[in-house]
């Protein structure tokens, strides 16, 4: 062999072993900050923190930038009829408790979500499924009522349909809690001490390219500003949110330009928006809610609130997620259009009075939001103080999140902020919600004339085979709801990071409620 193919190949080797380094496992722990507690990460229920339900149990179809992948799942086959999914499974995959992950486990797990129907009714795909049987040891059939199109999707969602070792099931189920947290995924849960530190070590069975990170702590910080201290203070080294629940905007902009940290943010992944109850007796009336509509002013909120990193939305869904670019209604920022209509509809404003009133009945309105989030806060107030300007009173009501939930579970608001639930979500499951009580969008849409047809509308492009008629059955939905005006959107939200310098490879997944632990590393000369 020549000198010169000697060097070369030194070189190679040398290399090689450099991508081997970076990539190779450490001993280094990351210490994250949140404001909330884990909970309890039961992946069949709600109550936990999803970001931390992805990190311990997987799916058997993952989403990515690319689209759907296979994962627990390494193949499939779809019935021409589409109401059969044929699932082979990994042979190399086993629970963190030494259980196997085989289709028995997989039948116990969706059997188990299937059991608390009531709980998952939301979903569709719950609705759909009719039995799932076991091939044999790697191979599992789910079989479906109707063709549903999102299958694959939904089962990639970070939960309900994740897999627990079924020697967790509390007799026989998962609806009433579970004995341990035993997943398939590169962490295990190790240590948990409520709403004050969560542990996370790396999986070392992990079937998978192992974590780089040896562990990950989950550090409880309820107050934002104590958070950001210690994140500046070095105590740890990430913040990771979608929509102001751990830092406000003017925050991060600070720090943006501060320089000592560094800041990521996602693509647009989400839409947030006004519900207006068209079931409440002032915004029952559609031209109430379509002055609402042109009195806000978005662009305010997209420099004022969100410091230009979010664009305007001037429709629910962005126009590039499936199915939602068609005609729709769309409301410009009018004041002067906001009162003539407020005016034609008999909302007249007395002399010398600052309110609106209509047969001695105040234009008066309560606006429900929570308190903990930072962007909702001053999204409220700046809609309070736009609405000001053509006569409507706004009083805010921020409460505590379960308060706020309860409250958009009974309908018992005017007006309430919401963020649509992004990818993989939008729009079919998020339109599926739209059918369920204890959703928001159901308490704002549940006034409108044509509620029962909206829902049968959103039954039948679920299941519908037929590509066309399901693209005319979108198109037909958001253009009433336009017209309806139950929702002004306002503008397209990003995940968004700030981390130590030292931290490397943080981005994001396609879903804001995930953060991708398992990329991350230190570099050799930062921890």
Wanted: proline share 5%; hydrophobic share 40%.
């Amino acid at each position: 062999m020549s000198f010169r193919w000697v060097v070369v190949l030194f070189a190679l080797i040398c290399l090689s072993l450099t991508f081997r380094v970076a990539a190779a496992p450490t001993d280094q722990i990351l210490e994250y900050g949140s404001t909330k507690d884990i909970r309890d990460i039961n992946p069949h229920l709600y109550s936990g923190e999803m970001a931390a339900q992805n990190m311990v149990f997987e799916p058997l179809v993952l989403t990515t930038s690319q689209g759907l992948v296979p994962h627990l799942a390494k193949s499939w086959e779809i019935s021409p009829d589409g109401r059969t999914y044929t699932f082979h499974l990994r042979d190399d995959v086993t629970f963190t408790d030494g259980e196997p992950f085989d289709a028995q486990a997989v039948k116990k797990n969706i059997d188990a979500v299937i059991d608390n129907y009531e709980r998952h009714a939301w979903l569709e795909l719950v609705r759909q499924i009719d039995a799932v049987n076991v091939i044999d040891t790697h191979t599992v059939e789910l079989k479906l009522k109707n063709p549903y199109y999102p299958t694959l999707t939904e089962l990639s969602l970070t939960r309900p349909f994740r897999f627990i070792s079924p020697t967790a099931f509390i007799e026989g189920a998962t609806k009433n809690g579970v004995s341990s947290y035993a997943g398939t995924g590169p962490w295990v849960l190790k240590n948990h001490q409520r709403n004050q530190r969560a542990q996370f070590e790396r999986n070392p069975n992990y079937w998978g390219e192992s974590p780089a990170l040896a562990g990950v702590n989950w550090n409880v910080i309820p107050d934002r500003q104590t958070l950001l201290l210690a994140l500046q203070k070095g105590d740890i080294q990430l913040i990771f949110g979608a929509d102001g629940d751990m830092l406000s905007m003017d925050a991060f902009e600070a720090l943006q330009a501060d320089g000592k940290l560094r800041t990521k943010m996602s693509d647009p992944i989400a839409s947030r928006a006004i519900v207006l109850n068209s079931a409440r007796p002032v915004t029952s009336d559609v031209n109430v809610r379509r002055a609402l509509s042109h009195a806000v002013d978005k662009e305010g909120i997209a420099l004022g609130v969100m410091g230009g990193s979010e664009t305007v939305a001037q429709t629910l869904m962005a126009r590039n997620v499936p199915y939602s670019d068609v005609d729709q209604q769309e409301y410009d920022y009018d004041l002067e259009l906001a009162q003539q209509i407020l005016e034609d509809s008999g909302w007249v404003l007395p002399a010398g009075q600052t309110v609106r009133q209509k047969d001695g009945q105040l234009l008066s309105l309560v606006f429900s939001y929570n308190v903990a989030n930072a962007a909702e806060k001053d999204i409220a107030e700046l809609i309070q103080d736009d609405f000001k300007k053509i006569g409507v009173k706004v009083d805010l009501l921020g409460e505590e999140k379960q308060a706020y939930l309860d409250r958009q579970r009974t309908g018992d608001f005017d007006l309430q902020y919401s963020l649509s639930w992004g990818t993989p979500y939008d729009p079919a499951s998020f339109v599926s919600s739209f059918r369920i009580p204890a959703h928001a969008d159901y308490q704002g849409q549940k006034g409108l004339p044509n509620k029962v047809q909206l829902d049968a509308m959103i039954d039948e492009l679920l299941i519908t085979p037929d590509e066309e008629k399901r693209k005319a059955l979108y198109a037909e939905l958001f253009s009433t709801l336009a017209q309806e005006a139950v929702y002004i959107p306002l503008t397209y939200s990003r995940t968004k990071a700030i981390h130590q310098k030292a931290l490397e490879n943080v981005g994001f997944n396609p879903s804001q409620y995930e953060v991708p632990f398992e990329k991350m590393t230190f570099s050799a000369s930062g921890h």
